[in-house]
């Protein structure tokens, strides 16, 4: 067992599953129900995960096949990986937002890159090889989305009853689209999923026909007034003072904007060019991937402010100007 879970209140744990990643851990939350379990999130599909996973489960008494409910709060890899296998080994029922049931079957549908996904890197700059290299870094990534069929679609402002009390739950769009927070007003306890992370900001990536930077302004200002004592994040340890994190946060987006105008300012620029002007170490594949989807999201946000527009060049990128 690589961590001990945590357990945050009787009936409410913290089991921390590793990733290999540059960040290293994702938490899943083992929470009490009248009869059984509820597992919220469940790691990456690998051997090593699902082990630590069953090392715990033991550890704190609980048979696997006492789960039966397995709620996820948004379905990028490390929160939804694991949850076909344990759905086949619990027969569990499966939650989660209709967005989320949507961008699931979006990304499970093809075996290879979807090719939106390709093409928004072409407009974005960045060039053929470098797509290419991007494509295979993320190979590994496709078999972590599998199609799954909720049980129940969770609508905003619903409540999942459990015997640690009702959690309320809050849909807060902006780093996955249906992204949903749980909150316990009884114990005055946040489950933030990907949210509100304690050291480290949520990635806020460019999706068609949205602007997800907008999205997650609204919805950080949706769980500001949430009056929590305990925030349990999808990374990192429980902390407290998720406003002062906002507002911290919100500091770190304006800051990014203002950054990008000032690029822009200097001479029109691609978003592919603007991610070197905004980090200054040299990035992975992998990661200049996120990298560029994050400037992208800026960019939408300052275009629908009417603060910048884009040119179409010849060989199909978009030239961005002040
Ligand atoms: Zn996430």
Not at 123 to 133: C, F, N, S
């Amino acid at each position: 067992m690589l961590s001990s879970p945590l357990e945050v209140r009787p009936g409410l744990w913290q089991i921390t599953l590793p990733l290999p990643f540059e960040l290293s851990s994702v938490n899943v939350y083992l929470v009490r129900l009248h009869d059984g379990w509820m597992l919220m999130d469940t790691g990456l599909a690998t051997s090593h995960s699902y082990a630590e996973l069953t090392a715990q489960l033991a550890h704190i008494g609980v048979p696997l096949q006492s789960i039966r409910q397995i709620l996820l709060t948004h379905t990028h890899p490390d929160h939804v990986g694991q949850a076909k296998r344990l759905l086949a080994e619990t027969g569990a029922q499966l939650f989660m937002s209709a967005d989320e049931r949507d961008q699931l079957h979006r990304a499970a549908a093809s075996s290879d890159q979807p090719e939106w996904l390709d093409n928004t890197l072409h407009r974005a700059g960045v060039p053929p090889v470098l797509i290419e290299t991007i494509e295979n870094s993320f190979v590994k990534m496709r078999p972590q989305f599998q199609p799954l069929v909720p049980d129940r679609i969770l609508n905003d402002s619903e409540v999942m009853e459990t015997a640690i009390g009702p959690l309320e739950l809050h849909l807060t769009p902006g780093h996955s689209p249906g992204h949903m927070c749980l909150y316990n007003r009884d114990q005055r306890i946040l489950f933030s999923g990907d949210h509100i992370l304690q050291s480290i900001t949520p990635n806020i990536g460019w999706l068609p026909g949205r602007d997800a930077l907008a999205e997650f302004f609204a919805s950080l200002e949706r769980v500001r007034p949430i009056e929590a004592e305990t925030i349990l994040p999808g990374h990192g340890k429980p902390f407290s003072g998720h406003a002062d994190w906002i507002t911290a946060t919100r500091g770190h987006h304006d800051d990014r904007c203002r950054k990008i105008v000032d690029s822009l300012d200097a001479g029109p620029r691609t978003a592919h060019q603007l991610v070197s002007d905004l980090w200054a170490r040299p990035l992975a594949p992998f990661h200049h991937r996120f990298a560029v989807f994050e400037v992208l999201a800026h960019l939408e946000f300052l275009l629908r402010l009417d603060a910048i527009s884009s040119v179409p060049q010849a060989d199909g990128s978009l030239l961005w100007k002040v």
